[in-house]
């Protein structure tokens, strides 16, 4: 699910479960282990995130929102969330089409974020009666609170050239340049770079454990006392807009 593509000092992890490559705690879990593989080996100067197919990632499962998965999903999601910023060298996430929910939780832990000019990114969880636990923490600290509020509270898909104004990506890059990416990495010190991003990740990972677990506490006992939000599931499954209860 997770593949594994070495480019001399850059290792590429592509997420591959088509269609969409939905984020299930199954591949979240095999993420984290491919960069537990990875973390001693100090020859690795880059990691790049990418997926496989039509798009980057359709989010997390949905199927696995349901009350009784739901802790586990979202252990996963924290889990691989913060193995990001922990991991000794930069990661970088490059993204090309869909890269919604749980997906777009997962690269604001990257280092920085490259998209193709066909990428979408979103947090459309409010349409199905969710908050996105994730995103909550970590979309302020990188677009202010305005444009995460924004993002969260509409559930509108952001296109690239937002998602660039916003600071939710740091370049624009068509998917037949991402060589580029490569170029960049292999021509630095690798020690250097992993130094650096060490000192870099200090900022991010202080503190960040917690508040993401204060979050699915909140997740998980509050907003399962709501109707809506079985409702929410049930027309994802049926294909059909919701019919909110309000309640």
Known sequence: MIDVVRRERVVHLVINAPPVNVLDAAILGELV???GELEADETVAAVVLSGEGRCFSAGASVVEHKQEQADGMLRALNDACLALPAFPAPVIAAV????????MELISFCDFVI??????????????????PVAVHQLPRLTGLQNAAYAILSGDNIDAERALAMGLVQKILPRDEWSEIDDLFN???A????ITKQALAKSLTEGCAERLDAFKALFLSE????EDVAEGIKSFEERRPPEWKHR
């Open 33 to 35: 282990e491919r960069l």
């Open 96 to 103: 090309h089409g869909a890269c919604l929910g749980g997906a």
């Open 187 to 189: 021509g630095l010190s």
């Open 223 to 226: 907003l399962y006392r709501l």
């Open 191 to 194: 020690p250097v770079l992993r």
């Open 115 to 132: 998209g193709a000019p066909d990428a979408v990114l979103g947090q459309p969880e409010i349409k199905l009666g969710f908050f996105p």
